[in-house]
């Protein structure tokens, strides 16, 4: 068949395939966004109105006030400020940690770097169920529990991390470093003042993870954390549900407003995320 022939035939294959392709991301798209669109909606009913049959997606009266009331009856406030406190602190030590540690592996040389490297890696296999007795008594030993320290601590240290800048350190000319190397700079001012500047959206992709995990994260609070006002904002929503009901439009507003430093987060970090997992496979080790 001649190509002037075959070409008209082409575009349509084509045009119907990215047709198709983006029904279905748009249909994934819809089933990821309804449920927080319901959830936006049941914040703003009353309590029986969100068990009205058939349901009702916009509130017949809203109820802007239990944006308000959820301040009222629960120590939300501090819950926030909890959370935001152990979030920021958690992620800015696990970077730092996470891009030692991948810089180490990156780009010294040392006897058993790469079987280290592999059984670090292997600590990825067990789930994380395993190690809470382990953590439990050891933060117990230490007289960390109820403080802040007890949730922060265990999540600095993870391997997926160290994994991840690894990766895309290794993308970055190693000239940079034997320049600097015969200027007498030390390994970690080459560290410092040069990968680090560099390592700009795999850091953001790796703050994203850790904030997004750290702000999230619930059973590890729940163990650790005792007091009222020391819970985070996720042990804390627990306190909406009762005992023999839950009032679901308080629960769904604080559940909403926990979600904005999800949402202004991963929009700040949204354009080096997605250059950072890009990068991050360029090169294997």
Do not use: C
């Not at 997926?160 to 390994?187: C, H, K, N, W």
């Amino acid at each position: 068949m001649p190509a002037a022939t075959r070409d008209p035939y082409q575009r349509v294959s084509q045009a119907m395939s990215r047709t198709v392709i983006h029904l279905i991301l748009l249909g994934g798209a819809t089933t990821m966004v309804v449920p927080f669109v319901w959830m936006l909606s049941s914040s703003l009913k009353t309590n029986l109105e969100v068990f009205h049959i058939p349901p009702t997606l916009i509130p017949t009266v809203p109820q802007w006030h239990n944006y308000v009331e959820i301040f009222k009856v629960v120590p939300y406030g501090r819950w926030f400020l909890n959370s935001a406190f152990i979030a920021i602190v958690q992620t800015v030590l696990y970077l730092f940690v996470a891009s030692l540690a991948g810089f180490t592996f990156a780009r010294m040389r040392f006897p058993g770097r790469e079987l280290i490297f592999t059984l670090y890696l292997a600590t990825l296999m067990v789930p994380g169920e395993v190690t809470l007795i382990p953590k439990f008594i050891l933060m117990k030993e230490l007289h960390l529990i109820d403080t802040f320290a007890a949730v922060i601590l265990p999540g600095v240290f993870n391997a997926y991390g160290v994994f991840l800048l690894r990766q895309f350190f290794m993308t970055l000319p190693e000239s940079l470093e034997e320049s600097a190397i015969l200027d007498g700079a030390s390994y970690f001012r080459i560290y410092w003042n040069i990968i680090l500047p560099l390592a700009g959206p795999g850091l953001a992709t790796l703050s994203l993870f850790s904030f997004m995990g750290a702000w999230n994260d619930f059973l590890w609070p729940l163990i650790v954390i005792n007091s009222e006002n020391m819970k985070p904002l996720s042990v804390g929503l627990a306190s909406f549900h009762g005992l023999y009901e839950t009032n679901w439009p308080y629960l769904m507003a604080a559940s909403t407003v926990a979600l904005i430093p999800i949402i202004v987060v991963f929009a700040t970090a949204q354009k080096y995320f997605v250059r950072g997992i890009a990068l991050t496979g360029l090169k294997e080790g």
